[in-house]
């Protein structure tokens, strides 16, 4: 499975770390710092969510299933707000 950006939207990590993702027609969602390092984790794995959590998980010291847990709740509120694709 890969977890792509949707065509239509961009990202931006602001200075406080929070992520910013901005969909062209206008709408724009703002999350805090821990989702911009699950996003950032992604773009660095290809869209990867396993080893986007494993990365992390090797990071911050913590268990990647429990990362990869909620990093797939996060995609899935991500996929209803229509701000990603998910390839299989």
């Known amino acids: 499975m890969r977890v792509l950006p949707g065509s239509d ?3 931006t990590v602001l200075e406080n770390g929070e992520l910013l993702l901005r969909k062209s027609g206008g709408a724009t969602y703002t999350f805090a710092p821990p989702a911009a390092a699950l996003w950032i984790a992604l773009r660095q794995h290809d869209g990867d969510p396993v080893e986007a959590a494993n990365a992390l998980g090797d990071l911050w010291d ?8 909620e990093l797939e709740m996060w995609i899935d ?8 694709r998910v390839e299989v």
């Open 9 to 11: 939207v961009a990202a």
């Open 62 to 69: 913590a268990e990647c299933v429990l990362i990869r847990a």
């Open 77 to 84: 509120e991500l996929r209803a707000a229509e701000l990603v």
